[in-house]
């Protein structure tokens, strides 16, 4: 059998999500850059051959217990999801963001909530500045996150974690569509937009951080600029909740009790430190995120606790 509980339920979330924005895009009007999409799908059918064929492999009784092939069939397989849902999450980001382009920016909101729990998010941000090395460090973490979480996911497949690596992979899915759900209610442009007065002043820095993101919230938000979604090259857009520091969490979750377990605390760490300078992050963004993160990590790992033992088997232990 080559589906499992887990991965008919993220058949069933990648269904639901291309439903959402194809109803998104009616409701708003958007309109949908295809230029990349050949390459997309190009890319979608060379996968589909090479899974079709290890799953063929896997049915011959001489290779249905093969460590070898049954790998590389899980590999391709997650490589179709992250690939599906990347697109999709990126396609709900701007057009959540564009259904509620009337709502005012929350960026007042949430530096009061940072002011209320005591942080001085600025003091913060010169500190980072007063460090060039750290700097450097700390960008390259924040950039990394998507390469890391698939190495991630395609170590814990080879450790024969396979029900572990879906579960990250799921809960990662869905605390992003969590947070980007949240975060069109509380559209901002951001910290370092909004609280650094001469950005130019910050010299340590190549290029003014946390601000990349700029050009298409403003776009979204102009009712005169036709809203364009893409198959590529798109931003993430939200504030509230902080992605990167839920997706951080749940890397250390899922990756306790590994080999990988210290090496994702160390890159979790110094990529949520860099998110409220290279995300442009409040912190009380970052305590959001990381509250999202522990409360879907509890679900998904007591949905697990559900799943009866048969279905946890991984990949065979022959050779």
Do not use: K
Request: include cysteine.
């Amino acid at each position: 059998m080559i589906l499992t509980i887990t991965s008919r339920r993220l058949y069933l979330w990648a269904l639901a999500l291309v439903a959402v924005n194809g109803t998104f895009i009616l409701v708003t009007g958007a309109q949908v850059d295809t230029s990349a999409l050949p390459r997309r799908l190009g890319l979608a059918a060379l996968y589909g051959v090479l899974f079709a064929g290890f799953c063929h492999l896997s049915r011959n009784p001489r290779h249905a217990g093969r460590y070898m092939v049954a790998m590389p069939r899980h590999v391709l397989e997650f490589v179709f999801f992250m690939t599906l849902f990347a697109f999709n999450l990126q396609f709900l980001n701007y057009l959540s963001m564009d259904l509620l382009a009337a709502l005012p920016l929350q960026d007042d909101f949430l530096h009061g909530m940072d002011l209320w729990l005591g942080i001085d998010w600025m003091a913060y941000f010169e500190w980072v500045h007063a460090r060039p090395r750290l700097i450097s460090v700390m960008e390259w973490c924040y950039n990394q996150l998507a390469p890391v979480s698939f190495a991630a996911m395609i170590y814990l497949i080879v450790a024969n974690r396979v029900r572990r690596a879906r579960l990250l992979l799921e809960t990662m899915m869905i605390t992003a569509v969590f947070c980007i759900s949240v975060g069109a209610f509380f559209p901002a442009e951001a910290a370092v937009q909004v609280l650094v007065a001469e950005p130019e002043r910050y010299t340590n820095f190549a290029t003014v951080p946390g601000i990349y993101h700029l050009a298409d919230l403003a776009m979204l938000r102009d009712p005169t600029t036709p809203t364009v979604v893409a198959f590529e090259g798109m931003q993430g857009l939200v504030t509230f909740p902080s992605y990167h520091t839920a997706s951080g969490i749940l890397l250390c979750v899922f990756l306790w009790r590994t080999w990988a377990f210290l090496p994702s605390l160390a890159y979790s760490t110094l990529m949520i430190a860099a998110s409220p300078i290279f995300g442009g992050h409040y912190i009380v963004d970052q305590i959001a995120g990381a509250l999202v993160a522990l409360a879907f990590a509890a679900l998904f790992l007591r949905i697990e606790g559900r799943v009866p033992r048969g279905e946890r088997n991984a990949l065979p232990a022959t050779a």
